[in-house]
């Protein structure tokens, strides 16, 4: 080998030795966030008595973080996120459900969604007529 | 004792036997949030390249719970929290720093903060000239 080749293989193995564990822990990043690997989902949601949730104080508040894997302190966050993937986001398909069961009683209850899914801003608002049609809607997202 | 006062003890002690674990698994509901223990804290914080948050994608995402114990997929959730407890919540107190090490230029970076502070909703919004002046504003919470 001559000369300059050698140098170069020796620069390479040291440049890897220096740059790998940099690239290993951007990788293994807290939040499993690295711009790159995946997009980010990361939600916030709350519930609370009140017409909107501009009056309605969050009684109940969760997070959900759908990757690298689920977690949060929702009490299902597989479940959730599994939902939430095969409604391709679209919280509003998932909050409908049966009224079979509950009374036509007006003591509305608000749930908000705020944050990241899949890489992109979430506001979501959603005001049921009673806590009963909330529970009924047989949404696992909005069980917590 | 009579047999009215021996009955109503039993149906006590039966009443407690079927209750009281509802009521323990209500005091200990998964991520805390039972209404009236203590004011819910979950939080989404976001980072994107960009003037503002309407114009920012999310390149990271994270969560940050403070009640009952700091978790959330934040590298240094016990940090954050202590951090904005020390500041009462208030997101604008944090965010300064010393710009001593950045240079001027323009590549704004805007870190956001969406959900609920101790019960109260919150949606902050900040953006630095350049991602080093985010860094160096030695905040723990918005290290991620």
Redesign the interface.
Known sequence: MPNTARWAATLTVAATAVCGPLAGSALA???????GLYA?????L?VGHGES?ATA?????????CAPTP?????APAGACAELRAAGGDFDALSGGSEGLCTKQYDPVTVTV???WQ???V?HERTFANECLLNSSESVLFS?
Chains 1, 2 share one sequence.
């Not at 104080?57 to 973080?65: D, E, K």
């Open positions: 990043s807290p939040g499993g966030a690295a711009a980010p989902s990361a939600l916030v709350t949730a104080a969050p009684a109940r508040a969760v997070t959900l973080t977690s949060g302190t929702h009490p705020d944050g990241v890489g992109r801003r506001a917590f």
